[in-house]
């Protein structure tokens, strides 16, 4: 069977591409709050789906990140056994390599499974 468009464009994508990534014009300190409702991994031990929304909060220095490019990267997961606890510091880790900025925050809020409800925050002011 032939992947689809999406599906290939999604299997296909680097989030490291410096295409991705645009100068910020501004010098002052603000704040950009992203957040991606559509998360989805598979369980790593059952393979079953995991749903989450990914926040995403930053006060950018020198780059800024397309949409787009932060909307595949996260589509990416979707194909990929990774734990909750895994996905949510790769998705931090990745980003604030490539971005570098004054500050981050990322907090994946997942859908309760099994009666267990999983928040992981991750902030780059208290590491």
Same mark, same amino acid.
């Given at each position: 069977?032939?992947?689809? #468009?999406?599906?290939?464009?999604?299997?296909?994508?680097?989030?490291?591409?410096?295409?991705? #990534?645009?100068?910020?014009?501004?010098?002052?300190?603000?704040?950009?709050?992203?957040?991606?409702?559509?998360?989805?991994?598979?369980?790593?031990?059952?393979?079953?789906?995991?749903?989450?929304?990914?926040?995403?909060? #930053?006060?950018?220095?020198?780059?800024?990140?397309?949409?787009? /490019?932060?909307?595949?990267?996260?589509?990416?997961?979707?194909?990929?056994?990774?734990?909750?606890?895994?996905? /949510?510091?790769?998705?931090?880790?990745?980003?604030?390599?490539?971005?570098?900025?004054?500050?981050?925050?990322?907090?994946?809020?997942?859908?309760?499974?099994?009666?267990?409800?999983t928040v992981i925050e991750i902030?780059? /002011?208290?590491?």
């Open positions: 069977m032939e992947m689809k #468009y999406g599906e290939k464009e999604i299997v296909e994508f680097d989030i490291n591409s410096k295409e991705h #990534y645009w100068p910020n014009n501004n010098e002052k300190n603000y704040i950009i709050d992203i957040e991606l409702p559509e998360f989805m991994a598979k369980c790593p031990r059952s393979g079953y789906p995991d749903f989450a929304t990914i926040k995403l909060q #930053y006060t950018p220095n020198k780059k800024l990140i397309e949409l787009k /490019a932060l909307k595949l990267y996260i589509n990416t997961f979707m194909f990929r056994e990774v734990s909750h606890e895994n996905s /949510a510091n790769e998705i931090f880790d990745t980003l604030y390599k490539n971005l570098e900025p004054r500050w981050m925050k990322v907090v994946a809020d997942f859908k309760p499974r099994g009666n267990v409800h902030d780059s /002011a208290k590491m």
